[in-house]
């Protein structure tokens, strides 16, 4: 079993920044190819960024491309998720994932694990 606990959510203003680290227990994650996903009150929860089990191929959706990036730290069983120019339509309920199928345009969490999440609010 993978426990996965999401830290780092908070109040960020328009334009801000934020970290958001994933932190994994009771096995290791290196082999996990890892997502992060995000649920705004009313809408689907969706994909934000995913990274392979080695950390040499990432996917961005069209939507933070070129403001988030994803990262991990196999030796600290961590990954994170650098959020940068924060909109408030960023603002959602952040999610790690453990063990999806990555492809170049995708991450399909089929099995695996989830986290419990962590709130990100932007403020206008």
């Known amino acids: 079993q993978v426990q996965l606990a999401e830290s780092g959510g908070g109040l960020v203003q328009a334009g801000g920044s934020r970290r958001l680290s994933c932190a994994a227990s009771?096995?290791?994650?290196?082999?996990?190819?890892m997502g992060w996903f995000r649920q705004a009150p009313g809408k689907e929860r969706e994909v934000v960024a995913a990274i392979s089990w080695s950390g040499f191929n990432t996917y961005i959706a069209d939507s933070v491309k070129g403001r988030f990036t994803i990262s991990r730290d196999n030796a600290k069983n961590t990954v994170y998720l650098q959020m940068n120019n924060l909109k408030p339509e960023d603002t959602a309920v952040y999610y790690c994932?453990?063990?999806?199928?990555?492809?170049?345009?995708?991450?399909?969490?089929?099995?695996?694990?989830w986290g419990q999440g962590t709130q990100v609010t932007v403020s206008s």
């Open positions: 994932h453990a063990g999806g199928r990555l492809s170049s345009s995708s991450y399909v969490p089929s099995l695996g694990y």
């Open positions: 009771g096995r290791t994650i290196a082999n996990y190819n």
